[in-house]
Structures are given as C-alpha cells and as structure tokens.
C-alpha cells in the first residue's frame, strides 16, 4: 500500500513538472512572438492632408485635358468632403452645379447615396471652401459641359457617359499623392483625403 501511495505521489509530481515545463515553452514563445512583432520593420504612419498639402497636389497634376480636369475636381471633391472614391464615382452634373453656385450663396449641402438605399451622406459645405472651389471653377465647368443634373460626371473621356472604374480613380489620384510624397517627405495616400 505504500508502494502505490509512493507511485501515485511521483506521478502527481512527473505531472506538475511537465505541466510547468510546458508552462515555461509556451512563455518563452509568446514572448519570441512580442520581439519579433517589435523588430518587425514599421510602415511609417500616413499624414492627414492639410490646404497647403493640398495646394501642392494640385500643382502637381500636369496640363488640362479632361482626365486632368476630372483629377482635379475628384482631388478637390475627396478634399472637402471626405467621401471615398467608390462614392467620389457617384458625382452628377447636380452636384457640381451646387459647388459652382455655393461661389455665390452660403449654406451649401451635397447629398450623396449612402451604402444602402435609404442612407443618404449629407456634406455640408465650409465657407472656408469657396476659395478652393473657385480656383477649381473652370475645371468644373469642363466636366460639367453637356452634361444634365443626373448624369454622372467621372467618365472615362470627355463627352462619354461610361464611368471611371473605382481601381482606375484611386491609381490616378494616388500617383498624385505619390508625387506629393516624394515632395514633402511624407506618407499621403487616397484614403488620407477621407
């Protein structure tokens, strides 16, 4: 009987040491994991854009084709209301028609289809806007020539009614944001405009 209490004792001992040891590996690789996840090479963290920022990307698109025109107004529109580029392809000539006459009344609003049906984005303008919007008029009156209130205004060329693909927007604006990046030394991307 002593004998079987002497054995289960040292199998109640072997058992508490494995556990511990197994213990001590698991705390030895979580804590491998923290230094690899701390010596992993950091992305540098993205810049908000900011007028003077801005001003500059718009410096930097070259010449005032229509693509052109339409990159500046879409840089504009994702400027000063923040919406995405998916949404950015949703622009009709109504509202562009409301940036121009916001050149000249005050309390300007532009509504855009949210994700669902019954969502609506309501943006309403800042006065301090209507400098940015008024050196972009006569890209504006471009994209809106032709063009009726409903009738989407981020086509593929000038006069054409199919839209602009969401990955062909976001690479044009981004080689924009690139360009401002090797500029100023800093990270700016497409989604730093939301």
Known sequence: ????????????????????????????????????????????????????????AQSLIPGDNFEECRDRVGLLLLFLTGLRVRSLLLTTGGHLSKLLSFLEEDNQTLVYPGSTSADKIVIHLPGEARSLISERSKHISRLLAGRAAHEPVMSRSEGAEEVLSVSVLTRRINRIMHRLSERTRKLFRTHKLV
Do not use: D, W
């Open 1 to 56: 009987m002593v004998q079987a209490r002497l054995m289960e004792m040292e199998k109640n001992l072997n058992y508490i040491s494995s556990r511990e040891a197994s213990r001590e590996k698991e705390e030895l690789k979580r804590e491998a994991r923290k230094a690899r996840r701390r010596a992993r090479k950091r992305q540098p963290l993205r810049e908000a854009l900011f007028v003077k920022e801005y001003r500059l």
